[in-house]
């Protein structure tokens, strides 16, 4: 993001939560059959950090994955490596090569430094198709840029004994306007302008699929066409933060000010949460200022709906290294167990409220 030395937090705080993965590289490879429900959308967050380069952590992005297909949500660095650590546990959705079409919130670095290996990794790996890329005014100019920057390497992949293929590198970038943005079998999927400071251009995405409506919010303070999009969805997915001031960097203040423009206090979600009655909310990029941990933001979150919290929260911040938490306060240590990913499915009439987090949850399903 701009201003990057004192504002490391900034949009850094824009992180986390979610749900995602780990796994890493032990995981043994299994068959899509054997762990993708046909039709059922499933969600993997392959990372919930933010600007400041948190080890355990890595940059946002969500994949949504709608029979078989995955349809990225934001780059964050470690973006192409996580989904290759997803595909290796089991997700094949997200086999590099396979990684086709992205659609970008908004152009902050902490949502897009992974662009450059989503753009060139698949190629390597042997993609072949253009990258489809759908996102704010500016996209196309930075994609452009990025395959300006790594022109010479793409002249001797392509030129040299490497022997790489003359389109996978390419991207068909698309500058999108409020409204449907994408059809296909699989899904609908429409970009509604959300507010997030002086960002003339920032987008959340609601997905449409046979069986679910999953909607995003990207980094937005709070805004109504999130309640509109969502309109009684099955998940929410809502960035978040709580706590007061910042750094020690930055005058509470001001911090403050900043972070009300940008982004969405935990008793704000809560009531727009229930606005929007989303029957399951995921909060992700979630940042915890001062002395705030999780739970409190979660209280804050469930005491602003106002007695009317009808749905679970669920929040897992994503950790290699360590446990992760839901909700309730309870621990699931997935993260020492590997070649698990942690996700959540949704679907196979399975109702949403049920939430498993590894890769037993599509075989529970019967899948
Ligand atoms: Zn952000
Ligand atoms: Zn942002």
């Known amino acids: 993001m701009s201003q990057m030395s004192s504002r490391v937090l900034g949009c850094f705080l824009c992180l986390l939560a979610g749900v995602v993965f780990l796994a890493l590289a032990h995981g043994q490879r299994k068959t899509a059959a054997a762990s993708e429900p046909a039709t059922s959308p499933s969600i993997v967050f392959l990372g919930t950090g933010m600007p400041r380069p948190q080890p355990d952590h890595l940059g946002p992005s969500t994949a949504i994955i709608v029979n078989g297909k995955a349809y990225l949500v934001d780059a964050g660095v470690g973006v192409v490596r996580q989904a290759s650590a997803a595909y290796m546990v089991g997700t094949s959705a997200l086999k590099v090569e396979d990684l086709r079409v992205a659609f970008i919130t908004h152009l902050h670095s902490d949502h897009t430094l992974g662009l450059p290996d989503l753009i060139f990794t698949p190629w390597v790996m042997g993609r072949t198709a253009p990258l489809e890329l759908y996102g704010p005014t500016g996209i196309k100019k930075m994609a452009e840029n990025i395959i ?32 449907v943005v994408y059809q296909d079998t699989n899904v609908k999927v429409t970009a509604f302008l959300v507010e997030h400071g002086s960002w003339p251009k920032a987008y959340g995405y609601r997905f449409e699929t046979a069986h679910k409506t999953v909607v995003i919010s990207g980094d937005t303070r709070p805004s109504k066409s999130v309640i509109d999009a969502c309109n009684g969805c099955d998940v929410l997915i809502h960035e978040v933060y709580s706590g007061y001031g910042g750094t020690s960097q930055k005058n509470p203040e001001e911090w403050m000010k900043y972070m009300a423009a940008f982004h969405t206090s935990a008793e704000e979600l809560g009531i727009l949460a229930t606005q929007a009655r989303a029957k399951k909310l995921i909060v992700t990029h979630y940042v915890s200022l001062g002395s705030s941990d999780q739970t409190e933001m979660v209280n804050l979150i469930k005491k602003a709906s106002l007695g009317r919290w009808s749905w679970p929260v669920t929040w897992m911040s994503l950790s290699r290294n360590s446990a992760v938490s839901n909700a309730s306060g309870n621990v699931d240590n997935v993260a020492s167990q590997p070649g698990k990913i942690l996700r959540a499915c949704c679907g196979g009439g399975t109702p949403l409220e049920r939430w498993e987090f590894d890769l037993k949850c599509a075989s529970a399903q019967g899948a």
């Open 148 to 179: 300006k920057a790594y022109e010479q390497d793409i002249r001797i992949r392509i030129n040299g004994l490497e022997g790489a293929n003359r389109t996978g590198y390419k991207v068909n970038a698309h500058e999108i306007n409020p409204g």
